[in-house]
């Protein structure tokens, strides 16, 4: 009646092998560590890298605890951050003396001191918060300037159209920082190009001069249009730097402005912050715009002619140089989507991006006038340009176009994600990064696991006493249910935080809540008469089904606040939900197993010590 058969044994006892496996990376802590990664493909991290660094830190006079070459990155671990911090400088200085152009980034991280063996079998610690550990801290400097002139750049490529489709006529539009200037010849032309401007251009105020026989216009970007582009610029920054984040897996980031110009990111529970900083750093930015093929550009593209009037030089990847012309046709900011893949002709990393209508109608006009002709697709990043391709336009091209050229498999995924994610309005600037402690200072932990802790001592005592050999087994049961929620949480590599931990300790309350309605049913059985056989299968049984339909209920109420809350309620959600699973498992499936294992093999058994059993009669006590 009360006996497990050999593979529900075998059932506990592999949860127990693989929860305590999975929970051993959490008590070996953290260490300050220095990670190199590169930014650019043809820039490799290997043994040599490694070299290099070693050696830096040798002559900065600075010991490491260990340095090891972990797939493409350099980790150096330190016995603490002030050594940490000295040896970032040493590093930085010796693998990037020119700041200007860095082939490498050097983060600072914590990494877990878990053994290799641990590692290997993919064992890692759960992640801690910001409120408990800590993480990495960004200050980001937003280039407003910079911000303004994309937008002036913009509008003088809308006005161009808008004046073509008006049949206005001038000779010539340029832009001069942040100044849009048109030359006209005659002074009705002048009218005109102002009242269209007036009309469809309300963010633009315009001055205009004669200039010998001609007269030029000049507008610029209104005040109060240039604070709101700003505002524009640093809100859109912050969307995107949360896309970029989330697809990165970053746990529970917190983004905040500060000031007018500035952004503020702390990422907690991070394990590749190079990575992290390589992608917030960059400013990934799309423009199409036509090959200059003419004799003088062919000239300045070998180094024996000067840049054609209205051109620029960029390098393609392999270093051939192309003059394209400074009218943008479409930017970044057109993409609706960015996938990777692979080119069905030569099997090449590609990109296949895909634009809004907009975008598409200005793609097809283009591509209908300029067939035969070449388009470069550049990515500006860091303020600097790069030809990913130019390829011949061979015919009308539509909402959907595709990118490939000389790029690798991961370059094709880290592009398609930057352009998923969605362009900068304006360029960003890491200009302090730091490693940060507890938000709520370092006793939290302590606090917290204090709390713990002590709950489980204080309802351990208690069912050891109320119920006596019944409690100890609740109280293993209980233990086993910490083990659980633990070990899951490191396998799912959960954000842990302040509020996580009394979701731990409240956990704790309820689970105990379901052995307390097993031994109190199993205490009513034998008060009835039955015999301690049959009180302990009955008295399961029938709690069973109490017990499913009350954590269910609770159950549903934690997926409500996973589901809308945000922050420190979907932290305390989570492990709620997971408590309650484990709750279930280590409560009846796992007490179970211990009551069956004590008492399943005893036929004749005539007392169980499950505390005093008062029956309503005078006769006295059935079993102590």
Known sequence: MNRYPAWKYAIIVVALLMAALYTLPNFFGEAPAVQVSSTKSTTKVDSTTMARVEQALKDAGIKADAITLEGSSVKARFGDTDTQLKAKDAVERALSPDPTDTAYVVALNLLSRSPAWLTSLHAFPMYLGLDLRGGVHFMLQVDMQAALTKRAES???????????????????????QAIEIRFRDSETLASAKALIQDQFQDLQTVDVPEGSEYKLTATIKPEAARRVQDQALKQNMVTLHNRINELGVAEPVIQQQGKDRIVV?????????????????????????????????????????????????????GQAVIVKKQVILTGESLTDAQPGFDSQNQQPKVDLTVDAKGGRIMRDTSRENIKKRMAILLFEKGKGEVLTAPVIQSELGNRFQISGSMSVTEANDLALLLRAGSLAAPMEIIEERTIGPTLGADNISKGFHSVSWGFVVIVSFMAVYYMLFGLFSGLALAVNLLLLVAVLSMLQATLTLPGMAAMALALGMAIDSNVLINERVREELRNGASPQAAIHTGYERAWTTILDSNISTLI?????????????????????IGILTSMFSAVFFSRGLVNLWYGRQKKLKTVSIGTVWKPAASGTVAK
């Open 557 to 577: 109420a934690g997926l409500a606040l996973l589901a809308f809350g945000s922050g420190p309620v979907r932290g305390f959600a989570v492990v709620h939900c």
């Open 155 to 177: 509008q003088a490529g809308d006005l161009r159209l808008s004046m073509r489709e008006k049949n206005i006529r001038h000779s010539g539009i340029s832009r001069n920082g």
């Open 266 to 318: 702390q990422l907690p529970g991070v394990q590749d912050t190079a990575k992290a900083k390589d992608i917030l750093g960059r400013t990934a930015t799309l423009e199409m715009r036509l090959v200059e093929d003419g004799a003088e550009a062919r000239a300045a593209e070998n180094n024996t002619g000067p840049v054609p009037f209205g051109s620029e030089r960029f390098l393609e990847r392999n």
